[in-house]
């Protein structure tokens, strides 16, 4: 497309704070800039926590910083069955299988291993891997536990996967806020083990609906925070599986807060909505978080 796509995909599980406000602003002024569009995506494909007063709040919040973007709003609950059928692909082509351990059966297996002396290795957000014996399950006894109606995930089979790919990938990274520069970054989706794609009740994931959504909506310019960089291995390993284009990506800085720590939803000191109640102007904002 010719036309430069940004997009700003918050999750309404939560009010939006001063790190969700630089990059809304960032993606606005960046659209504005090269005479491009902005779009919004509501993440909301965790059901249980979504509310849509929190998604009114969001809403409320980008319209009172004077953002635009374009509409229709995309809400991914709406769209099960585009990432649905990114799942059916990944299916037929045996690079996921359908993973029965629990929460808790996993953690009494990494404890008790870790007991024994062997460190579990873990992602790059410090969360174990999924130690993966359903692999090793026939297909006949896969589909005899999905038949009784036994809980799993769909994981994507990361050594199957990675094969495909001979091992070699790679993203565009820009240098800059202003996009001027970039670099060639290796992703190791591998540091990720194998992840979850989709569940038995909810048939996505943020990996596989993030890839699917950008593809769909032609967005060549990803442009979020710094806490995603190391997740873009995954996401691109899902792009060259599915045959999507690859965006290029903007991984910006993270507002921290007074402790220096990322700021989290829960933090209602620094959210957009307290700070308005409080008298700050969208002028004293966009002061804030140095835009």
Same mark, same amino acid.
């Given at each position: 497309?010719?036309?430069?796509?940004?997009?700003?995909?918050?999750?309404?599980?939560?009010?939006?704070?001063?790190?969700?406000?630089?990059?809304?602003?960032?993606?606005?002024?960046?659209?504005?800039?090269?005479?491009?569009?902005?779009?919004?995506?509501?993440?909301?494909?965790?059901?249980?926590?979504?509310?849509?007063?929190?998604?009114?709040?969001?809403?409320?919040?980008?319209?009172?910083?004077?953002?635009?973007?374009?509409?229709?709003?995309?809400?991914?609950?709406?769209?099960?069955?585009?990432?649905?059928?990114?799942?059916?692909?990944?299916?037929?082509?045996?690079?996921?299988?359908?993973?029965?351990?629990?929460?808790?059966?996993?953690?009494?297996?990494?404890?008790?291993?870790?007991?024994?002396?062997?460190?579990?290795?873990?992602? &790059? @957000? +410090?969360?174990? =891997?999924?130690?993966?014996?359903?692999?090793?399950?026939?297909?006949?006894? %896969? /589909? #005899?536990?999905?038949?009784?109606?036994?809980?799993?995930?769909?994981?994507?089979?990361?050594?199957?996967?990675?094969?495909?790919?001979?091992?070699?990938?790679?993203?565009?990274?820009?240098?800059?806020?202003?996009l001027a520069g970039s670099e060639q970054v290796e992703a190791r989706?591998e540091q990720w083990g194998d992840v979850v794609l989709a569940r038995?009740?909810?048939?996505?994931?943020?990996?596989?609906?993030?890839?699917?959504?950008?593809?769909?909506?032609?967005?060549?310019?990803?442009?979020?925070?710094?806490?995603?960089?190391?997740?873009?291995?995954?996401?691109?390993?899902?792009?060259?599986?599915?045959?999507?284009?690859?965006?290029?990506?903007?991984?910006?800085?993270?507002?921290?807060? &007074? @402790? +220096?720590?990322? =700021?989290?939803?829960?933090?209602?000191?620094?959210?957009?909505?307290?700070? %308005? /109640? #409080?008298?700050?102007?969208?002028?004293?904002?966009?002061?804030?978080?140095?835009?």
């Amino acid at each position: 497309m010719n036309t430069p796509v940004f997009r700003f995909a918050p999750s309404p599980n939560g009010e939006l704070h001063l790190g969700h406000a630089y990059s809304a602003l960032l993606n606005a002024r960046l659209a504005e800039r090269m005479g491009g569009r902005l779009l919004l995506r509501i993440e909301d494909i965790d059901l249980a926590r979504s509310t849509p007063e929190f998604e009114a709040g969001i809403y409320r919040d980008l319209a009172w910083l004077g953002i635009e973007w374009q509409r229709p709003v995309r809400r991914q609950s709406e769209h099960f069955g585009d990432y649905e059928s990114a799942l059916n692909r990944l299916i037929a082509e045996e690079l996921v299988y359908p993973a029965f351990m629990s929460r808790g059966e996993i953690r009494a297996f990494i404890a008790d291993t870790e007991k024994r002396g062997r460190l579990w290795p873990r992602d &790059p @957000d +410090g969360v174990p =891997l999924y130690p993966a014996f359903d692999k090793a399950l026939s297909r006949r006894e %896969r /589909e #005899r536990r999905m038949a009784d109606g036994a809980p799993f995930a769909w994981r994507l089979d990361m050594d199957a996967a990675w094969a495909r790919l001979d091992g070699r990938l790679s993203w565009t990274e820009f240098s800059s806020e202003e996009l001027a520069g970039s670099e060639q970054v290796e992703a190791r989706p591998e540091q990720w083990g194998d992840v979850v794609l989709a569940r038995k009740e909810v048939p996505t994931s943020y990996h596989l609906s993030v890839v699917v959504d950008d593809a769909l909506k032609g967005v060549p310019h990803v442009v979020r925070g710094r806490a995603l960089y190391a997740a873009t291995g995954v996401q691109r390993l899902l792009q060259e599986l599915l045959g999507l284009p690859a965006p290029h990506y903007f991984h910006h800085r993270l507002i921290l807060g &007074p @402790d +220096g720590r990322k =700021l989290s939803k829960s933090l209602g000191d620094s959210g957009i909505a307290a700070l %308005r /109640e #409080r008298g700050a102007s969208a002028a004293d904002v966009r002061k804030m978080v140095g835009i």
